[in-house]
């Protein structure tokens, strides 16, 4: 079963044709991006009486700011596929790994923990060193990071609900309790709240972007039979999101959407 799916994912036909896919809808996504904040840009422009001086500085700042917003998804995307890398591990462990079950009923839980924490070493490898985010401050990477657990939250709801599998119902719940929790912690005072509510707003269209763009990539993937259910929905969920890496990977060096900055 496994050189079958070797086989199946390392097909260069059908690799090609999804990576085409997932290439193209994150141009998509990017040109939206690029898109909505010259507009407005533009409406600032028109509507404000402005010295050259203040059209150099505004123009600047809003240069720095769509780069800011590009990474930004670039972050979700990352985010995402870290913790569906080591969710996918769980899944694993827990369905194909049968001579695991004793040590895995007993410590489940820390091992779930310690795929988390590895997680987030993940995600600072991806903005590092695999594609460096250097735009992005790191208040705004801590809230994007808090939109990809909803992200990941939706993610579990849809294949619980969509395909009648209830083996998530304790990763949706796990994942609802580190989210309120950045919330409401222990020493969190109403100005802490507000600030993290703002930075959820103020992102929420990133969480739609990043939604649409994975549902598409999926819907294409399992549409065609590149994407098999066979495997697990979380794994084949997983492969989407690195070809969704790779592609950012190839965007950030062929340079081309600074072109459009």
Not at 1 to 14: D, G, S, T, V
Not at 31 to 48: F, G, M, P, R, S
Not at 65 to 92: A, N
Not at 213 to 223: K, M, P, Q, R
């Amino acid at each position: 079963m496994f050189q079958y799916y070797l086989i199946h994912y390392f097909n260069f036909k059908n690799a090609g044709g999804f990576m085409l896919v997932s290439l193209l809808c994150l141009i998509a996504v990017l040109a939206i991006v690029i898109l909505a904040a010259k507009l407005k840009k533009h409406y600032k422009l028109n509507t404000q009486d402005l010295t050259p001086k203040q059209i150099r500085k505004l123009n600047h700042i809003h240069k720095v700011k769509e780069i800011s917003l590009i990474e930004s998804f670039y972050e979700m995307v990352f985010s995402s596929t870290s913790v569906l890398l080591f969710l996918s591990l769980y899944y694993i462990i827990d369905e194909r790994i049968p001579q695991a079950a004793f040590y895995w009923q007993k410590y489940q839980n820390i091992i779930l923990l310690l795929f988390l924490v590895f997680s987030v070493f993940m995600t600072n490898w991806f903005d590092i060193l695999f594609v460096p985010l250097t735009a992005i401050p790191t208040r705004q990477k801590a809230s994007v990071r808090l939109i990809s657990a909803f992200y990941i939250i939706l993610i579990l709801l849809y294949i619980k609900f969509i395909y009648h599998d209830s083996n998530y119902d304790s990763l949706i719940m796990y994942f609802i309790t580190l989210a309120v929790g950045r919330f409401l912690y222990f020493d969190s005072t109403l100005e802490d709240i507000k600030e993290t509510l703002q930075g959820v707003a103020r992102n929420l269209p990133l969480l739609v972007l990043m939604g649409s763009y994975s549902a598409i990539v999926c819907w294409y993937g399992f549409h065609c039979g590149f994407l098999l259910t066979s495997n697990g929905v979380i794994l084949s969920t997983l492969l989407a999101h690195l070809f969704m890496d790779v592609s950012i990977f190839v965007l950030d060096k062929t340079r081309l959407v600074k072109l459009f900055i």
